[in-house]
């Protein structure tokens, strides 16, 4: 059972547009959500996050939205370049203490056209 | 920076083999996990230590064990390899302390089980 979903496994963007990537996730008790960014024969890296007291965090070109009520979250990337081309994963994260349980979602190739 | 060095890139075993994969972080972090990462199933949690000597399962342990002797190092175990267990691996570590802190990922194991 995938609690956490990316419907679109690919996306292609023209230099300097919106790339909008989406996540939906069926758990309540997520209560955190992060985006990692992944290129090719390289590990995940920490892209943004958003705690479930927040609707908005932004970080430059970087922003996350969080619907709570629909269970869907979205990152978008204004203006979108070519080094933004990569696989992107959300993530959802429950739990107090020193560990959450983050469970990822499956990706979304992000390719940004010059 | 954060650096997590998983020991190969790359490695080819045999069905039947004892496989030990290695990973290593320079920042004293408490909490270290292994992931694989599969096309069109995303990023999914085989063990996670949140101490030295400490272990807990994630959501697919099965024919994997672990092991935590130093702070620094968490090694994944293969104990018979299997063509099914052919996938991309991923180590990573993140602080204990507080809550909502991502996780450093290495660059990842690419193992090939024949």
């Known amino acids: 059972d995938q609690q956490v979903k990316q419907n679109s496994p690919s996306l292609s963007v023209q230099e300097g547009r919106i790339s909008i990537l989406n996540c939906d996730y069926t758990?309540?008790?997520?209560?955190?959500f992060l985006w990692y960014k992944k290129y090719p024969a390289e590990g995940p890296t920490f892209l943004i996050s958003i705690s479930s007291i927040k609707d908005k965090n932004e970080d430059g070109r970087f922003t996350v939205f969080l619907n709570k009520s629909a269970k869907h979250l979205s990152l978008h990337i204004v203006p979108s370049q070519p080094g933004d081309s990569a696989v992107y994963f959300c993530a959802a994260a429950m739990g107090s203490g020193g560990y959450q349980k983050v469970t990822f979602g499956t990706g979304t190739k992000l390719q940004v056209i010059p | 920076d954060v650096k997590v060095t998983q020991s190969s890139r790359y490695l080819v075993k045999r069905t039947g083999e004892k496989v030990f994969l290695e990973c290593v972080q320079d920042m004293d972090h408490e909490n270290m996990f292994w992931y694989r990462q599969d096309p069109g199933l995303g990023l999914r949690l085989i063990y996670f230590?949140?101490?030295?000597?400490?272990?807990e399962k994630g959501d697919i342990p099965e024919g994997y064990s672990v092991s935590r002797e130093k702070k620094e190092r968490f090694s994944l175990i293969l104990e018979s390899a299997s063509t099914n267990q052919t996938s991309m691996y991923l180590c990573a570590s993140s602080l204990l302390t507080g809550r909502n802190t991502e996780a450093f990922f290495g660059q990842g194991t690419r193992l090939t089980v024949v």
């Open positions: 230590s949140y101490d030295v000597k400490m272990k």
């Open positions: 758990n309540s008790m997520f209560d955190y």
